[in-house]
């Protein structure tokens, strides 16, 4: 018997069938958790170009910064892949505080309209996939049933 996993860290369902909004949940969470990766990664290549950087202690604080912030979403992605319930708050956490950032430079105009858009309406959709009862239910999350009842 393996102790790799806890019973309750256990998937709910089979891995065969997973609903789709938590595929569809999963996916998007694993793309915003790969190009805020790439960012960073980005940040710290350009750091020896020296371009953009003032400060380079500053610019690499901040490529380090925005690399870390990856782990999040990476992680709740494969957590929501895996049907693991603790990845639903995490994955919900991200898409709080993206939608907000890109309606805000949705306002800004350009191309940062299109790319603030894409990123608040990403977040949307996952917040969508991830309150719906299907969802809820195959992650385990819902109301507790009375044994009584």
Known sequence: MSTDASPTEAPRTSEASRPARITTAAALVAAQGVVVAALGVTMLVMLPAGRHADDPVQALAGGVTVLALSVLP???????WRLRRWSRGPAVIVQLMAAPAGWQ????????SALGAAIALTALAVLVCLVNPTATEALGIGPRRSEEG
Do not use: P
Not at 105 to 112: C, L, R
């Open 74 to 80: 990476l992680a709740a992605a494969r957590g929501l």
């Open 105 to 112: 430079m949705a306002q800004n105009g350009g191309v940062w």
